[in-house]
């Protein structure tokens, strides 16, 4: 069993900048896991944002955030981040944090499904 708690949300103008991150706790490893964090708007499903294998040598990201957010983590510290930059009102949402127990180090999800541990989210919100 993995624990995740998401902090860092907030409000932003267009242009700025948020570091979301994610604290693990619980008795499995952490660094059995591969990461992930998706987000989720107002009526809509929730999306794929980026992803990190275990040890961060992977990293995946959606169309949309690619070039503007960027996937960390800290296993020695059991925490997870992302860093969003150029942020859009379109970039407007609830964030997950997200674990996915992996058997390889190198392999990354982005499929909502693959995951089998979730935070509660933290809001983003983007506007002028």
């Known amino acids: 069993q993995i624990q995740l708690v998401e902090s860092g949300g907030g409000y932003v103008q267009p242009g700025g900048s948020l570091r979301l991150s994610c604290k693990a706790s619980g008795r499995a490893s952490f660094l059995d896991y591969a990461m992930g964090w998706f987000r989720q708007a107002p009526g809509k499903a929730r999306e794929f944002v980026a992803a990190?294998?275990?040890?961060?040598?992977?990293?995946k990201y959606s169309d949309s955030t690619k070039g503007r957010f960027t996937i960390s983590r800290d296993d020695r510290n059991k925490t997870v981040y992302l860093q969003m930059d150029m942020l859009k009102p379109e970039d407007t949402g609830v964030y997950y944090c997200?674990?996915?127990?992996?058997?390889?180090?190198?392999?990354?999800?982005?499929?909502?499904?693959?995951?089998?541990?979730w935070g509660q989210g933290t809001q983003v919100t983007v506007s002028a």
């Open positions: 990190c294998s275990r040890g961060g040598a992977a990293r």
């Open positions: 997200a674990a996915a127990g992996a058997n390889y180090i190198y392999i990354t999800f982005d499929q909502a499904g693959d995951y089998g541990f």
